[in-house]
Structures are given as C-alpha cells and as structure tokens.
C-alpha cells in the first residue's frame, strides 16, 4: 500500500506553507534527490478563478515548494512552472491574473504554455482504447515532476477532480471539451504517458458556494492512492469513482493507502458536503447550457 499524508498548515510560523509542505513529504519517506537539475510544477489553474475560492492552486503554496526545493537541492536549480491553454482560458491571462506572473519574477523561475511548447506525438493504449498526445519537451526533459492539485467535486461521471485529473491540464491540446465525452480513460491515459513524481494537494481552501479554510497539505507519491483518500475527504465513495480502477489497473497506483499525520476525518468534517454543492453545480450547468454556452465549455 502507497504512504499518503495529511498535515493541518500551522499558524503563528515565518513560513507556515513551506512547514506543512516539508512535514508532509517527511511522512510519506520523500527526499528530494540532489542531482536533480530540471523541475516542473504543475499548478491547478483551471480558470480565472482567484485561490481565495478554493478552485485554483494558491502562488503562495508554489513559492514555498520553489523555496523548499531550492533548499534541499540547490539554489540554481531550473524550475518550471507548466500549464496549457483550455477551451476557456488562455495562460497568458491566467498567469498574470492569478499571481503567477509575480512568483516567475520573484522567484526566477520559468513559466511555460504548453501548449506553445515542441512537443512529440506519443501513442498510449488504455484498456482497449488507443490514444495519441502531444507531450511537451519541457515536461520530456524534466527530471523532476510535480503535481500541485486540489480537491474539487465536478458535475461531470468522473466525480472528483485532484492528483490524476489535474494531468488533464498537460495536454497542450487547447479544445479539451472533445475529450469530455471519454474523460476517465483520458485522464488515466495521460498519467500513463506523462507520469509524475510527486503529488502535493493544496486545500487550504476548500471551494464551495461559501469557500472554507481547511488548512490541509496531503501528498504522496501513488496519485491513486491521494485520490482515493481525497474523495473520502470529499464525502465520495472511491470505489464509485470508475477511473479510479481503471488507474490502478494500467498500473499508475494503488487504490489502497496507508495514512499518516492527521486524521481524515478531521478534514472530512470541515469538507463541504456534496449535495448542496453538486446542486449548485448542476443548476449552473443546465444555466450555461441554455444561454448557449455548454457545448463551448464542454458540459453538453
């Protein structure tokens, strides 16, 4: 069984972030190998949406990972911070709207659109089904690969979106809404071709209609094994979520995970419920829909 982690973000400390990140990967036995000279971040910036909702990964959290790794294996290491335009959202908006043009300054770090990066078709076979991507150089050349996701319901079969489906976002491909329709076995064939190293959640901020504090930092190196524990987290059932089989059937993890740190039901109770949530959701869905917009967003 995969070790994962959860640490509740202390307070009152200089840097309670790169604390809770740095106890975190010390309880699942993570060092950072320090011959390593490439590292990408993949950040959750699904949209224009500000981190104080709970929907996009916080620049804060990732300045403290750079921080933490610059540390552990050396100041001039080269650190990219990698994300690719979607069907609603284009990174040279995100980044500058969501701080993440501020962090590159100040952090002399790259940040790079895949979807404007050399990238190589690769054909990967999931189950029965075949499927050919673009994988991006900067992501072929890094010898260290992290994943910052968050926890999110989603009104679409895959249920929770976190570790395995913020991949999603690798693909430089910018009309993702033609993937909707067979998004499970998309998102587990793009963890097969672009595996991570490493995958950290940021939940400081849980989303929801009134978006809550959780101060929760998990991580593990199984993303499968993180889902799993994030959906109970969640108030889901993993063994409801389909892709979270056909993950640990391809080999990406296990589904079963071995706790350590806090509780989970501490963080499960602070949790949004999903009813009233996925209720919102689904009235937002059916409003889209009808002013025209839902094919361009990928819900019809």
């Known amino acids: 069984m995969s070790l994962v982690s959860l640490v509740k973000i202390p307070l009152n400390t200089d840097d309670p972030l790169k604390q809770a990140i740095a106890q975190a990967l010390s309880l699942i036995d993570y060092t950072f190998d320090k011959n390593v000279h490439k590292v990408v971040i993949k950040p959750n910036l699904c949209y224009y949406w500000d981190a104080t909702t709970g929907q996009t990964t916080s620049p804060q959290f990732v300045g403290s990972l750079i921080d933490l790794i610059r540390g552990q294996i050396h100041p001039d290491?080269?650190?990219?911070?990698?994300?690719?335009?979607?069907?609603?959202?284009r990174c040279?908006?995100?980044f500058r709207m969501l701080g993440y043009t501020k962090l590159a300054e100040e952090k002399h770090v790259r940040l790079v659109n895949l979807t404007e990066d050399q990238a190589t078709n690769t054909n990967v076979h999931c189950g029965t089904n075949s499927y050919d991507f673009m994988v991006p150089k900067t992501i072929q050349e890094a010898e260290l690969k992290i994943n910052i996701a968050h926890i999110k319901y989603t009104v679409n079969p895959i249920k929770l979106t976190c570790g395995l489906k913020n991949i999603f976002g690798c693909n430089p491909a910018q009309k993702k809404f033609k993937y909707h329709n067979d998004l499970g076995n998309v998102?587990?064939?793009?963890?097969?071709v672009m595996p991570f190293d490493l995958t950290l959640v940021d939940s400081n901020i849980a989303a929801g209609v009134q978006p809550r504090r959780m101060g929760l930092v998990m991580a593990s190196q199984d993303p499968v094994a993180l889902d799993s524990a994030a959906a109970k987290i969640a108030w889901l059932d993993p063994a409801k979520i389909p892709y979270f089989k056909t993950a640990e059937q391809e080999g990406i993890g296990k589904r079963t995970y071995i706790l350590r740190g806090e509780p989970l039901e501490s963080f499960r109770a602070i949790y949004p419920k999903p009813p009233f949530n996925m209720k919102l959701k689904k009235q937002l869905k059916r409003?889209?829909?009808?002013v025209g917009l839902g094919k361009r967003m990928g819900l019809e």
Request: glycine residues 0%.
């Open 77 to 89: 290491v080269d650190i990219a911070i990698i994300e690719s335009d979607a069907s609603a959202m």
């Open 92 to 94: 040279k908006y995100a």
């Open 287 to 290: 409003t889209l829909v009808t």
């Open 187 to 192: 998102i587990v064939a793009l963890n097969k």
